[in-house]
């Protein structure tokens, strides 16, 4: 399993843009797979976004075209650029890895707002 360290969280204005960086402790090459979710307060938890080893994509219907996963093998380091951010995008959002055996790693989770 690895380690998941978020950051790029904050606080940004409607129509903004933010870019969360999720940090493995460790090689994400042999990760089957990593993506983004998200749990805004009172609301379940909903995945945001998935990238597969082969680099396809997967997102939510919420988020299509507004935001976009990518990953840095060299740094170990996935990332969600967060474009035209709404309101109800304000969440904790979570840096989640899925390993073989149905086995999973976390984040601790970063705090976005959107806010005017």
């Known amino acids: 399993q690895v380690q998941l360290v978020e950051s790029g969280g904050g606080l940004v204005q409607p129509g903004g843009s933010l870019r969360l960086s999720c940090a493995a402790s460790?090689?994400?090459?042999?990760?089957?797979?990593m993506g983004w979710y998200r749990q805004a307060t009172g609301k379940q938890r909903e995945a945001v976004a998935r990238?597969?080893?082969?680099?396809?994509?997967n997102y939510a219907d919420s988020v299509k075209g507004r935001f976009t996963i990518s990953r840095d093998n060299a740094k170990n380091t996935v990332y969600l650029q967060m474009n035209s951010l709404k309101f109800e995008d304000t969440a904790i959002y979570y840096c989640?890895?899925?390993?073989?055996?149905?086995?999973?790693?976390w984040g601790q989770g970063i705090q976005v707002t959107v806010s005017s």
């Open positions: 989640k890895v899925d390993h073989q055996f149905g086995l999973t790693s």
């Open positions: 460790r090689s994400i090459l042999s990760i089957n797979a």
């Open positions: 990238i597969s080893s082969d680099d396809t994509t």
